[in-house]
C-alpha cells in the first residue's frame, strides 16, 4: 500500500535542500519514489563495492522509533515525527513536519539484510546496505544411465 | 571560529522553527540536523534572540558520493521576542538534531505589601 502522510514543507524547509545535478541512473532511482518523495526526508547515497550509504536527515526523531524494512532490493523508512513534550502549549508558529513519514529506496542489488546496519547521529540516520554475495557457481553432477538407478 | 575546509560554499538556512507557549514560558523548538550542542550558538541581545548552528559536512570515510538530494546546510535565525524573559534562566537542549529553547517570561513582579492595623 502506498500513502503520502508527508506534510507540506515549509518555504524555509525546502530551502534547506539543495538540489544539485544527479547522475541519471540516480536520478531514475530516485524520482521513481512517486509520491514518497519530500524533501524533509531528501536522501543523499554513496557507494563502495560492498554496497550503498544512505544519509537522511530525521531530526527530533529517536533511533528507537525509526522503522527500517528491507525486501530484496527496497528499503523502506518509515516513523513518525515526534510532537514536542510540552504538555498544555499553545502553538503560536508552526514549521516543522508532523504526522508520519515512509519513503522506500530501491538499490540495483540485493541487499543483505543481516548485514545492514544503520545509526543516527544528531538526527541524520545513515544506513549501510551490504550487498548479498552472489553464490558461487554449482558444480552439477551429470548422471549416467547406470548411477541414475 | 572553526575554518571552513568544504570547498563549497556554506549554505545558511532558516532552521524550520515552532514557537510554542505556556503561561510560564516561550518555547522554541527548531530542526537543527546535523548540529550538535557544541556546534550551535545562542545569543540573546536585547529583545533579538540569534540562533547559530555549524554542521559537519564531510562524506562518510570511504565511501564514494554517488549523488545527493540535499547537504547539510550551516543554520542562522533571529527571533525577535515580544515577552520579556528572564535571562538568567534560558535553557536550551539539542537532542538528535532538534534544538529546543525554554525562554521562562519575566511575570510580573508581585510584592507583598504589608497591611497595617
Redesign the interface.
Known amino acids: 500500500m502506498r500513502f503520502d502522510p508527508l506534510p507540506v ?2 518555504p ?2 525546502q ?6 545535478s ?2 541519471p541512473t ?2 531514475r532511482l ?1 524520482a521513481d519514489q512517486g509520491a514518497a518523495r519530500s ?1 524533509s526526508m ?7 563495492a560492498e554496497g ?2 544512505l ?1 537522511t ?6 533511533a528507537s522509533a525509526i522503522m527500517l524494512e528491507i525486501d530484496g532490493n527496497a528499503l523502506t523508512l518509515s516513523g513518525v515525527w515526534p510532537p ?1 513534550e ?1 504538555a ?10 508532523r504526522g508520519a513519514f515512509r519513503r522506500t529506496l530501491r538499490v540495483p542489488f540485493e541487499i543483505d539484510a543481516a548485514r545492514v546496519r544503520a545509526r ?1 547521529e ?3 540516520l ?1 544506513v549501510e546496505l551490504p550487498r548479498r554475495a552472489r553464490s558461487g557457481p554449482v558444480k552439477v553432477q551429470v548422471l549416467s544411465e547406470s548411477t541414475r538407478n | 571560529m572553526q575554518a571552513n575546509t568544504d570547498p563549497r560554499p556554506v ?1 545558511r ?10 503561561d510560564e514560558e516561550l ?1 522554541l ?8 550542542s557544541a556546534s550551535v550558538e545562542l545569543l540573546l541581545e536585547d529583545d533579538v534572540l540569534l540562533l547559530r548552528a555549524r ?1 559537519e559536512r564531510a ?2 570515510e ?12 550551516d543554520y542562522e535565525r533571529a527571533f525577535r521576542l515580544t515577552t520579556e524573559v528572564e535571562r538568567e534562566r534560558i535553557q536550551a537542549v ?5 534544538l ?1 529553547v525554554v525562554l521562562p517570561k519575566k511575570l510580573p513582579a508581585r510584592d507583598k505589601i504589608p497591611v497595617q492595623g
Open positions: 514543507s515549509s524555509s524547509m530551502a534547506m535542500f539543495q538540489f544539485w544527479l547522475q540516480l536520478e530516485l524533501t531528501a536522501f543523499a547515497l554513496y557507494q563502495r550503498w550509504l544519509r536527515p530525521l531530526p527530533g526523531v529517536a514536542d510540552s498544555g502549549a499553545r502553538s503560536r508558529h508552526l514549521e516543522r513536519p543516527v544528531h538526527g541524520v545513515e | 549554505r538556512i532558516h532552521p524550520p522553527t515552532d514557537v510554542l507557549e505556556t518555547i523548538v527548531a530542526d537543527v540536523p546535523g548540529a550538535s554542521t562524506a562518510p570511504g565511501w564514494q558520493p554517488l549523488g545527493a538530494e540535499f547537504e547539510l546546510p539539542v537532542q538528535n538534531g532538534r529546543r
